[in-house]
């Protein structure tokens, strides 16, 4: 059975606004200390840097998909062609993916989503690469202005267009200066672009 002469527990003192404000200026100004130590410290450094050459591939990447990249010609040795089953107003069947075969026997699976005639066997093909890794990013068939992506390329033109984004926000936004954020970051960036070498 409880005491009944047993002491209440106090009521709690409301803070003054003065006293609330002294608080958050006290909180403030812990928080600069701490970015400023961190500031200080070679992981913030190192780790920044990553973020950094992490940012500067997947712009690389991007750009090269946009743009030019580093051609390289090949031969049509076999094509095998995968319909989406759609058709248009000609009953030309829609092309979903071109695997093709070139004449060194490397196969390259091209996205296509298109109404294109299949490419001849002997016909010309070119295969765009990135000027870091070498990654096969589009091709060029021949007959044909626009490029079709490689689709290996998908997953690493995904993830370079999201990590890229992810990256503004962090500088935009100063997570950069918190240990915890940084960390984070650091990490997806380095095995997504360690990710990159085995698509």
Do not use: W
């Not at 600069?32 to 992981?43: G, L, Y």
């Not at 995968?82 to 699976?109: A, C, E, F, H």
């Not at 100063?174 to 085995?198: G, P």
Request: charged content about 15%; hydrophobic content about 40%; aromatic content about 12%.
């Amino acid at each position: 059975m409880i005491n009944q002469n047993q002491k209440k527990r106090e009521p709690r003192v409301a803070l003054s606004a003065e006293q609330v404000a002294q608080l958050k200026k006290i909180k403030h100004y812990k928080e600069i200390v701490a970015i400023s130590n961190f500031k200080k410290t070679k992981s913030y450094k190192y780790l920044n840097i990553i973020c950094v050459l992490c940012f500067i591939i997947y712009i690389e990447l991007i750009l090269c998909y946009l743009g030019p990249c580093n051609y390289s010609i090949y031969e049509i040795n076999k094509v095998n062609v995968n319909y989406s089953g759609k058709v248009n107003s000609n009953q030309q069947p829609l092309i979903s993916t071109l695997k093709i075969t070139d004449t060194q026997n490397k196969i390259t699976t091209l996205v296509i989503e298109d109404f294109i005639d299949i490419p001849e066997v002997g016909s010309k093909f070119n295969i765009g690469k990135d000027y870091i890794f070498g990654k096969q990013i589009k091709a060029n068939i021949q007959g044909y202005e626009s490029s079709f992506r490689v689709q290996r390329f998908s997953p690493v033109l995904f993830l370079s267009c999201f990590l890229s984004v992810l990256c503004i926000i962090l500088f935009v936004y100063n997570l950069n200066h918190q240990s915890h954020s940084l960390t984070a970051l650091s990490l997806i960036n380095s095995m997504a672009v360690l990710s990159f070498c085995f698509i």
